[in-house]
Each structure stands twice: as structure tokens, then as C-alpha cells.
Nanobody, 123 residues
Framework: QVQLVESGGGLVQAGGSLRLSCVAS????????MGWFRQAPGQEREFVAQ???????EYADFVKGRFTISRDNTENTVDLQMSGLKPEDTAVYYC?????????????????WGQGTQVTVSS
């Protein structure tokens, strides 16, 4: 059983920064893709960013230039550095991982999910 555990959420003012971190609990789990989704109240989950084992990254248009994803393959961790935060970034952020190198940013194509961490951006 693989567990993804997020940390780093919280309350921040608009324009501020937060860093989210996620660690996979099982050392033998080597996800080809790790990334982040988010879900705001009353809205569907949406893709934020992902990073492949190779280092290739993909971002949602609404976070480009503001968020940066990074990972440590040896430690099975993935971080999301968020800056220039806006009230509309308020959501529960989920860490995700998948063992396959699928060309997809669909939530259906990530096998493993964390419990989520709340990010609240005040105006």
C-alpha cells in the first residue's frame, strides 16, 4: 500500500508564497509521474502540475510562471513552490503519483492520491 503524505498548506495573503511537500511512504514505490491537483469548494478537481522521472514538467496554464514543481527521485518526494498566490488559488491540494509514463493530466490517470492539504489565500 502506497501512501502519499502532503504537508505545507496554510493561510497566506494574496501575493504571498507557500511550499507544499509530499512524500511517498513506500521506498520501493518509484512513480514515473508525480504531481499535484487541486479542488476548490463546489468545483471539480483540476490538474496543477506534474513532473516525470526524466525531469520533464507540465503545468496548468493558470499557474505558469507562479508555481514550480520539483522532485527528488531518490527520496520519492515532490514539492510545489507557489508564489504570487491569488484568492482563486484557494483549494485543497492533492499530491498524486503514477507508475506509468502516460501522456495525460487527467485525474483518472493517476493511481495514487494523498489526503490533501488546505491552501487558503486571503485578499
Amino acid at each position: 500500500q502506497v501512501q502519499l503524505v502532503e504537508s505545507g498548506g496554510g493561510l497566506v495573503q494574496a501575493g504571498g508564497s507557500l511550499r507544499l511537500s509530499c512524500v511517498a511512504s513506500r521506498r520501493t514505490f518509484s512513480p514515473y509521474r508525480m504531481g499535484w491537483f487541486r479542488q476548490a469548494p463546489g468545483q471539480e478537481r483540476e490538474f496543477v502540475a506534474q513532473m516525470r522521472w526524466s525531469g520533464n514538467t507540465e503545468y496548468a496554464d493558470f499557474v505558469k510562471g507562479r508555481f514550480t514543481i520539483s522532485r527528488d527521485n531518490t527520496e520519492n518526494t515532490v514539492d510545489l513552490q507557489m508564489s504570487g498566490l491569488k484568492p482563486e488559488d484557494t483549494a485543497v491540494y492533492y499530491c498524486v503519483g503514477d507508475p506509468f509514463g502516460r501522456r495525460s493530466s487527467s485525474s483518472h490517470d493517476f493511481a495514487h492520491w494523498g489526503q490533501g492539504t488546505q491552501v487558503t489565500v486571503s485578499s
